[in-house]
């Protein structure tokens, strides 16, 4: 065990406690925040009531992983030999000890991530069952769900676990979870959109060349999927689908029912969707053109119809964000060295010049500037995978590596049920004094 991921988490784990102990044993009566009307009503946006040190996201800068930026996570965690982007295995390893992995480290991760990666029959057969108009996010979060069966808390719960060793069958039933879900993903699309045609994993890849492996998809695919599994693995403790996963496992749900909710809340379209909703908008914008780049002036006319028929700018905006999403500008630099002559970038980049003005003149977003989602489907376009209806599967996998980090963290720091306090309308009115 000395040596493994597991045997420092387990160190930090112990360092951690005290601090923990401390803040909520002597400290635990001192304001952190204030509650305001709009926010109770707003979607609790900005009251600072979750805690995690996994990610922070500052509204200016952008996320965060364990302090480190993307570029210098990108920079610093090790890389397959001759790739552009690093293990995303590494990537788990920073996420929960807050340390880079070396060599030795990281590849002792993904052995570990190889030994688990097999999927159970019963997962393709429940699969298989759905029809083939279903959308892949309820394929994927099922496919997940059913899992739960293989769950190491859940049996060992039942046995007696002890609350401070929670964290242990947890990290097992993570690693387990992770490891296979690039193969059920891709039996996913395959099923969906290859008519089941089915590529064997290879326990020789990390998880990022493994994925386009079995997505049949050749260089740079793997460091696409790599990339894109990185920048979408975590941001923060408060998004949809973070907080899903967090709050569904505060009432020790295992990791299956809870990142099977948790990709349930990715699947909206103000979240995770958007993604699927931007490269469907420029479809349409398109067709209109027959193929052909608009004009700026034409582009802005296409903007400002949307918004004027009620519907949102889909990849534009942010709850938490006040400037250009770090995850955007990475992907637009891998896309301009990559595929500066795709049509497709041509129409997102002119997005990113003629949507900002335009939400500021409209004046209702706080935030104008372009999300991880306006530039994702882009890149998997260019790369084959057109069918849309997939991407946020994609966002899925990456998002699932940060929730588990933060699910086992959760555990061993022993947060406990999630239960915050409603209040009724009359209450609100009562509070404020227009109502006796
Ligand atoms: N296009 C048009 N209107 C927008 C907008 C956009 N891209 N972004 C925000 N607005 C509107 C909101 O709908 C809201 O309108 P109402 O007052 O009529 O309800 C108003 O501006 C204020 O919203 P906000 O405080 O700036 O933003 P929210 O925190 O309420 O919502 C988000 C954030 C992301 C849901 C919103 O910006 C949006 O709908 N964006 C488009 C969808 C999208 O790209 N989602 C992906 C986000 C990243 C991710 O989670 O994956």
């Given at each position: 065990m000395r040596g493994t991921l597991k045997y420092k988490l387990s160190k930090k784990i112990k360092e951690h406690r005290p601090r923990t102990k401390r803040l909520l044993k002597e400290f635990g009566d001192v304001q952190v925040d204030s509650v305001t009307v709009s926010q109770v009503l707003g979607g609790m946006r900005g009251i600072k009531s979750l805690v995690t040190d996994i990610s922070y996201l500052d509204?200016?800068?952008?996320?965060?992983?364990?302090?480190?930026?993307?570029?210098?996570?990108?920079?610093?965690?090790?890389?397959?030999?001759?790739?552009?982007?690093?293990?995303?295995?590494?990537?788990?390893?920073?996420?929960?000890?807050?340390?880079?992995?070396?060599?030795?480290?990281?590849?002792?991760?993904?052995?570990?991530?190889?030994?688990?990666?097999?999927?159970?029959?019963?997962?393709?057969?429940?699969?298989?069952?759905?029809?083939?108009?279903?959308?892949?996010?309820?394929?994927?979060?099922?496919a997940i769900l059913t899992l739960n069966r293989e769950s190491e808390f859940n049996r060992e719960y039942q046995a007696g676990l002890k609350k401070k060793d929670y964290w242990e069958p947890t990290y097992e039933d993570a690693l387990n979870l992770l490891a296979k879900l690039p193969e059920i993903a891709a039996y996913i699309y395959n099923k969906l959109y290859r008519k089941g045609e089915k590529i064997q994993s290879n326990p020789n890849l990390d998880m990022g060349a493994d994925f386009a492996n079995m997505m049949g998809i050749d260089k740079p695919y793997d460091d696409v999927s790599r990339l894109h599994f990185i920048i979408h693995s975590d941001h923060e403790s408060g998004n949809v689908s973070a907080h899903t996963g967090h709050l569904v496992a505060s009432s020790l749900s295992d990791i299956y029912l809870s990142i099977s909710a948790m990709i349930n809340g990715l699947a909206g379209p103000l979240h995770g969707l958007a993604n699927q909703e931007v490269l469907r908008w420029l479809q349409a914008v398109m067709e209109k053109m027959d193929n052909k780049l608009p004009t700026e002036e034409e582009m802005q006319k296409f903007v400002w119809d949307t918004l004027n028929s009620g519907q949102v700018i889909p990849g534009f905006g942010h709850a938490v964000l006040r400037k250009t999403d770090p995850r955007y500008m990475l992907q637009r630099e891998f896309s301009k060295k990559h595929l500066p002559d795709d049509p497709i970038f041509k129409y997102a980049d002119l997005l990113y010049k003629v949507v900002p003005p335009i939400l500021q003149e409209h004046g209702k977003a706080k935030n104008p500037w372009p999300n991880v989602d306006a530039q994702s489907g882009v890149i998997q376009w260019h790369y084959g995978v057109t069918e849309y209806d997939f991407y946020t599967v994609l966002f899925g996998i990456g998002r699932a590596i940060g929730i588990c980090a933060n699910i086992i963290w959760d555990r061993a720091l022993g947060y406990p049920l999630e239960r915050p306090k409603s209040v009724t309308t009359d209450m609100l009115e009562k509070m404020v004094g227009i109502k006796d």
């Amino acid at each position: 065990m000395r040596g493994t991921l597991k045997y420092k988490l387990s160190k930090k784990i112990k360092e951690h406690r005290p601090r923990t102990k401390r803040l909520l044993k002597e400290f635990g009566d001192v304001q952190v925040d204030s509650v305001t009307v709009s926010q109770v009503l707003g979607g609790m946006r900005g009251i600072k009531s979750l805690v995690t040190d996994i990610s922070y996201l500052d509204p200016e800068e952008g996320i965060r992983y364990r302090g480190f930026t993307l570029q210098e996570v990108i920079d610093h965690l090790p890389k397959p030999k001759g790739a552009e982007m690093p293990f995303v295995e590494g990537l788990f390893y920073l996420l929960l000890t807050g340390d880079f992995p070396n060599e030795e480290e990281v590849m002792q991760v993904v052995e570990q991530f190889n030994k688990r990666r097999i999927v159970p029959r019963y997962v393709y057969d429940v699969i298989d069952s759905f029809p083939t108009s279903s959308h892949p996010m309820a394929i994927f979060s099922t496919a997940i769900l059913t899992l739960n069966r293989e769950s190491e808390f859940n049996r060992e719960y039942q046995a007696g676990l002890k609350k401070k060793d929670y964290w242990e069958p947890t990290y097992e039933d993570a690693l387990n979870l992770l490891a296979k879900l690039p193969e059920i993903a891709a039996y996913i699309y395959n099923k969906l959109y290859r008519k089941g045609e089915k590529i064997q994993s290879n326990p020789n890849l990390d998880m990022g060349a493994d994925f386009a492996n079995m997505m049949g998809i050749d260089k740079p695919y793997d460091d696409v999927s790599r990339l894109h599994f990185i920048i979408h693995s975590d941001h923060e403790s408060g998004n949809v689908s973070a907080h899903t996963g967090h709050l569904v496992a505060s009432s020790l749900s295992d990791i299956y029912l809870s990142i099977s909710a948790m990709i349930n809340g990715l699947a909206g379209p103000l979240h995770g969707l958007a993604n699927q909703e931007v490269l469907r908008w420029l479809q349409a914008v398109m067709e209109k053109m027959d193929n052909k780049l608009p004009t700026e002036e034409e582009m802005q006319k296409f903007v400002w119809d949307t918004l004027n028929s009620g519907q949102v700018i889909p990849g534009f905006g942010h709850a938490v964000l006040r400037k250009t999403d770090p995850r955007y500008m990475l992907q637009r630099e891998f896309s301009k060295k990559h595929l500066p002559d795709d049509p497709i970038f041509k129409y997102a980049d002119l997005l990113y010049k003629v949507v900002p003005p335009i939400l500021q003149e409209h004046g209702k977003a706080k935030n104008p500037w372009p999300n991880v989602d306006a530039q994702s489907g882009v890149i998997q376009w260019h790369y084959g995978v057109t069918e849309y209806d997939f991407y946020t599967v994609l966002f899925g996998i990456g998002r699932a590596i940060g929730i588990c980090a933060n699910i086992i963290w959760d555990r061993a720091l022993g947060y406990p049920l999630e239960r915050p306090k409603s209040v009724t309308t009359d209450m609100l009115e009562k509070m404020v004094g227009i109502k006796d």
